[in-house]
């Protein structure tokens, strides 16, 4: 129903539909004017959007535009700013922090984790290099200091938007 919630938030969500531009419009058209949207969305400078460009390298693009778009400020007031009286982005860092190696946070994230699962099923059996490339990437960014623990910062745009 039209302008009937008095907040609308997505985690992680709303950045993975494939039409951005219908996203934006249905989370303006359902909030009540005065009314909240709240976004989590990982930035393309991020580790989340690093991974990306890793599984990128591996499979064809989708044709949609690329999640982490919503993850860019100047994105967000295009899509969503024309309905919003008052909008606040900030970066946030989020930690990763797994009782285990980079290896199997990748296997963890390829059986829990759409895009990564995805992406490995549309591999079939030529998946090791995805998956080299992928724990090399998590080796790289963990701070845990002790290999039988993960520990990795990623970067995300927190928006808080008040419908017009």
Do not use: C
Request: proline share 5%; aromatic share 10%; net charge negative.
């Amino acid at each position: 129903m039209d302008a009937s919630f008095d907040v609308v938030a997505t985690i992680f969500g709303a950045m993975f539909a494939p039409r951005a531009d219908l996203a934006a419009a249905e989370l303006l058209r359902v909030t009540r004017p005065g009314g909240t949207i709240a976004m989590a969305n990982w930035t393309k400078e991020g580790f989340i959007g690093q991974m990306f460009r890793t599984i990128a390298k591996f499979i064809a693009p989708s044709g949609m535009p690329s999640p982490v778009l919503w993850g860019d400020e100047d994105t967000v007031r295009e899509r969503l700013g024309g309905g919003l009286s008052a909008l606040r982005l900030t970066r946030v860092i989020y930690q990763f922090d797994y009782p285990f190696g980079p290896a199997e946070v990748v296997e963890f994230f390829r059986t829990n984790y759409g895009p990564m699962t995805r992406a490995f099923a549309s591999l079939g059996t030529n998946d090791v290099a995805l998956r080299d490339d992928l724990v090399e990437l998590w080796v790289s960014h963990s701070t845990a200091g002790e290999p039988n623990r993960t520990q990795v910062d990623a970067e995300y745009l927190e928006v808080i938007g008040t419908r017009a």
